[in-house]
């Protein structure tokens, strides 16, 4: 029996030692967690219980020049549901009354909205997406329906912002206002003024810690952010809503008249290179509808056709190897260089006409005899003036995607015998639609070519951050007596050119019409289309604004693709629109000087009117419009028969004046 105590005792300090042991893993253990991992641990609890949250800040606006608003950030609400939050005497008291609430702000039936919340409350739906993209009026009165008046807790409403950007004119100017989205690569795409200036909209966001509380909630530890908010500047672009609308609406209507592909139309502040308007429209295939999807004014270049005629005319001028009165033979609209040949559209050609008239009519053949004859010696002469004009490099303007100029130069590797005639009338070069109007820009602004400006300022409210001069490219293009004669080829134009369908006596409009051939070489000819364009400025005698009308791939309609009737109606409705619409600012002039018979009039009727003391004047010889308000100042009612001078009157000159008397007045 003695044995049993024995081994009850080997038991007892068998587990005391077990019991020792773990005392002292947990010992060791505890004294681990503390002293060796005791940062690794902290970390991952703070990292579990506090965060740091981003403040977005608020993003910038971007106006038009006159204070119109082109992009404006708005916050959108997102409305879900907790189905387990609320008590269950509280849903069903109030399930009907929201749903029929919800259905007359939303426009959906009752029965959906109560159906959904019954499913989400069977299946313990907590995340239930009631609304989204409500405007804030929406969301505050959503926020007091029944049940959600009572909160997150007990209500079961859960509120999510976000901010959306807003074009308030709609899809006008959008591509060039610009915008951020994903393209579908992943990438973050930023286009026009936002993506060129979005370090001055974007502000910087802030951060601020939260702890994590009960139910997955998050609150701010202090009252104090780590890093305040900084909102974002106000871009002030120099786009001008009324002109952008007309140029759209006017591009729009050519491009279904025609049937086109596409196209583009920018007009341009003479002086300043402000840009007023600017829109490019291009069809979607499936739906046949236009939408701004590519700036092709800015990014699409392309041989130029006849308006790079200008280019010919002022480097013949400036040179001083020909004068506009210089007669070419047309030799029946065709001539060939190197069994290659070219035409006039007219068919016939033009017979012999001067380069003037030439350039008015766009003849093919005499622009390009003229160049080839003065400059196929040395035709780095040519080459170098369409360089000194800027046309072999790009503006730099602040938007990615800027097409890149081509223009062939004699030390080219393709440099051949066509090159330079080919060059004349505007092919084997590429220059984009916003190049092109910068150089007949230069012309109306008396030679001085100024850069594209699409921003003026940018602002913190009142404040002016930074200001954005105009740049000067090119102090002159040319001499004075040049400009003097292009701006008057340009007028004849549009006088008795190829542009006279356009000419209006009500306005003066100067320009130059384009039509070329693309793709003329790919599929044996297949591909072949028209470019029709036209450029200039206007008024023609003092130039406010230049304007440039791009239209791809008009239907050919009774053989007429031509500039002058595709882009010139774009051009002259423009200009026409301004006109007519805009305020008139004429001075009147000598307004204080004195007009000696009036002054005689006007004494004749200060005296008479001095005259009058309680008694009827003697109106007889006087002027009837001053019978009458003489006497209206006396409180007499007046009849008139007849016009000019008072004859007679009813009442005698004497008599004495009588309130609401009325008086007939005889006119000679």
Known sequence: MAVEPKNIAYRIYLIAFLIFLMALAVTVKLTNIQWVEGDYYRKLAKERTIKDFVL?????????????????????YIIRFDAMAPKQSDFDKTIDSLSYSLSKLLGKPSSHYQSMFLRA????????????????????????????????????????????????????????IGYERIDPTGELLRVGIEGAYGKYLNGKDGRVLKQKIAKGQWKPISDQNEVDPQDGFDVISTIDVYIQDIAHHALLEALINNDAEH???????????????????????????????????????????????????I?????????????????????????????????????????????????????????????????KQFTDRIDNLGLNTRLHLPFRGEGIPYVQHPSDKTWNGLSLPWMAFGYGISI?????????????????????????EIKEWDKTIKKYDTQIINPKICSDNTLKKLKVLLQNVVKYGTGK?????????AGKTGTAQANYGTNGGQDKHYISSFVGYFPAEKPKY???VVVHKPKVINNDYYGASVAGPVFK???????????????????????????????????????VNNTVPNLKGMPGMDAVALLGNLGIKVKVKGVGKVKTQSIQPGEPLRKNTTIILELS
């Open 501 to 509: 369908k356009m000419y209006s006596k009500d306005f003066s409009m």
């Open 315 to 379: 480097a013949l001028l400036d040179d001083n190897k020909v004068d506009t009165s210089k007669v070419y033979d047309s030799h029946g609209g065709e001539i060939k260089y190197y069994g290659k040949s070219v035409r006039d559209s007219h068919e016939g050609g033009y017979g012999k006409i001067s380069l003037g008239k030439g350039f008015a009519v766009s003849s093919n053949t005499i622009l390009v005899q003229a160049v080839y004859e003065n400059y196929k010696n040395n035709p």
């Open 121 to 176: 409350r069977h299946s313990k739906n907590r995340y239930l997406l009631v609304a989204d993209d409500l405007s804030y009026t929406q969301y505050q009165a959503i926020k007091k329906m029944p049940l959600f008046n009572k909160g997150a807790y007990k209500g079961g409403i859960i509120v999510e912002q976000k901010t959306v950007r807003e074009h308030p004119i709609g899809k006008i100017a959008e591509r060039t």
């Open 432 to 456: 984009t639609p916003l190049q092109t109007l910068t150089l007949y820009n230069a012309v109306a602004n008396n030679g001085v070519m100024v850069k594209p400006m699409f921003v003026s």
């Open 263 to 313: 196209g583009c139309v920018v007009v341009m502040e003479t002086n300043t290179g402000h840009i007023k308007a600017i829109s490019n429209l291009g069809r979607d295939d499936e739906s046949g509808n236009y939408y701004e999807t590519i700036n092709y004014a800015v990014a699409e270049s392309h041989e130029p056709g006849s308006t790079f005629k200008l280019v010919d005319m």
């Open 573 to 611: 409705r423009i200009a026409q629109k301004i006109f007519t619409d805009a305020p008139s600012t004429n001075e009147v002039k000598n307004l204080d000087k004195k007009i000696p018979k009036q002054e005689t009039k006007y004494y004749q009727y200060y005296t008479k009117a001095q005259q």
């Open 546 to 548: 230049s304007c440039i």
């Open 56 to 76: 977005p800040a608020n993003k910038g606006n971007i106006y038009s020049a006159d204070g119109s608003l082109l992009a404006t950030s708005i916050p959108k």
